[in-house]
Each structure stands twice: as structure tokens, then as C-alpha cells.
């Protein structure tokens, strides 16, 4: 099984600021089966990213995906007030899928 | 559009089997696409249960894979869950969702979930 871990934890900016976010596996992952999710307290995930770099549909563009291999990045390019949330990475491989264990990136 | 909606007991008793049912609406289950399962514990990160395609095709969480079985309905198109011998431990809001497997895999569609307490 792939155990994906996300860093950091938590991820305190100020609106207008960048986000990084980093998602590591712990085997080498198909970029085309990478994805990021958002999550906002009460609601299900949403899809942001697929294929570790495609928007998905209606996602702004200050929200970009890159990475290979074992190293994948979420990058948020200016923190806008509804962005404050928790984030997940998840892949795909041998019909089995896990989720990483979540970025919150919070006001600071 | 597309929309899942779950819907089962909110609560149930330890040793005993969960079932939750996934009702999909603007799409017809067997026309393609897997259909999966996710929960997520209070306070907690996301976990896959497992998915299915077209009935016969079936993936499970390795850590839950002896408790659990998923099934679809295309009469009803629809399709559902059980988890059998819960615990505490399976307190959880769970989600169903539609699993994207071209250009990518991702699950683009999720119901609004539901909370599950195993409580006697």
C-alpha cells in the first residue's frame, strides 16, 4: 500500500500570500493518478486537481499542481478568504487508493 | 447534473452490520464510471472503503476488506454498502462518490455525506 504524507500539517498566511503544500508517497506514483482535494468544515471534499497538474472543472487558476514520482505540490499563487480550508492529496495504483492525511492551511 | 445522495440508519449498535445506500441522480450507474465509497472518522482525514464497476468488479480497502461489501442496483440505479461487526471505531460521516478513471483518476462527485455513530 502507498502511504502518501502531507507537510505541513498545518499552514498558518494572510490572505494575498502563496501556499505550498507538499504530498510525498512512499512508492513512485503515476502522475496521471494524483489528486488534490479541498475540504471546508461541514461539506464534502471537492476535486481540485487530477492527474497531479489538470484543474478540474470550475477550479480558479491560483490553484496549480505539479510533482513526479514521490513528490507532488499544491500550489495555492494568492490565498483568497474562501481558500482557508484542509486539503488532501490521494492516489491511485493496483485499484487501491489512499488519501493523505490533510494540509490545513489556516488564517493567520 | 449529477448528484449522489446517501441515506441509512444514523445510528448503530456494536457487533452489527452498517448499510448505507448511494442514489444517483442525472446519470445511469451502468454506463461507465467506478462508484466508491469514503469516510471520515470526527476530527479526522479521509479514508477509502472501496469502489465498484459494473457490478462485477469490486476493490476493498485492505484493512477493511473482511467486513465489507459493495454492491450496485441498476434498476434503482444506486449502490450501497455493508459493514459488518462495526465498533466505535467506525464512527465516521461517510461519503459516497463517482470515481473518474480517464485523464486521470479522482472522484469528481461527492454526496453530501452522511454520519454514522456505532453506539449501544
Known amino acids: 500500500e502507498i502511504v502518501l504524507t502531507q507537510s505541513p500539517g498545518t499552514l498558518s498566511l494572510s490572505p494575498g500570500e502563496r501556499a505550498t503544500l507538499s504530498c510525498r508517497a512512499s512508492q513512485s506514483v503515476n502522475s496521471t493518478y494524483l489528486a488534490w482535494y479541498q475540504q471546508k468544515p461541514g461539506q464534502a471534499p471537492r476535486l481540485l486537481i487530477y492527474?497531479?497538474?489538470t484543474r478540474a472543472t470550475g477550479i480558479p487558476d491560483r490553484f496549480s499542481g505539479s510533482g513526479s514520482g514521490t513528490d507532488f505540490t499544491l500550489t495555492i499563487s494568492r490565498l483568497e478568504p474562501e481558500d482557508f480550508a484542509v486539503y488532501y492529496c490521494q492516489q491511485y495504483g493496483n485499484s487501491l487508493l489512499t488519501f493523505g492525511g490533510g494540509t490545513k492551511v489556516e488564517i493567520k | 447534473q449529477v448528484q449522489l445522495q446517501e441515506s441509512g440508519p444514523g445510528l448503530v449498535k456494536p457487533s452489527e452490520t452498517l448499510s448505507l445506500t448511494c442514489a444517483v441522480s442525472g446519470y445511469s450507474i451502468s454506463s461507465g464510471y467506478y462508484w466508491g465509497w469514503i469516510r471520515q472518522p470526527p476530527g479526522k482525514g479521509l479514508e477509502w472503503i472501496g469502489s465498484?464497476?459494473?457490478?462485477?468488479?469490486?476493490y476493498y480497502n485492505s484493512s477493511l476488506k473482511s467486513r465489507v461489501t459493495i454492491s450496485v442496483d441498476t434498476s434503482k440505479n444506486q449502490f450501497s454498502l455493508k459493514l459488518s461487526s462495526v465498533t466505535a471505531a467506525d464512527t465516521a460521516v461517510y461519503y459516497c462518490?463517482?470515481?473518474?478513471?480517464?485523464?486521470?483518476?479522482?472522484?469528481?462527485?461527492w454526496g453530501q455525506g452522511t454520519m454514522v455513530t456505532v453506539s449501544s
Open positions: 465498484i464497476y459494473h457490478s462485477e468488479n469490486t
Open positions: 492527474g497531479a497538474s
Open positions: 462518490a463517482r470515481l473518474k478513471i480517464t485523464d486521470g483518476t479522482a472522484f469528481d462527485i
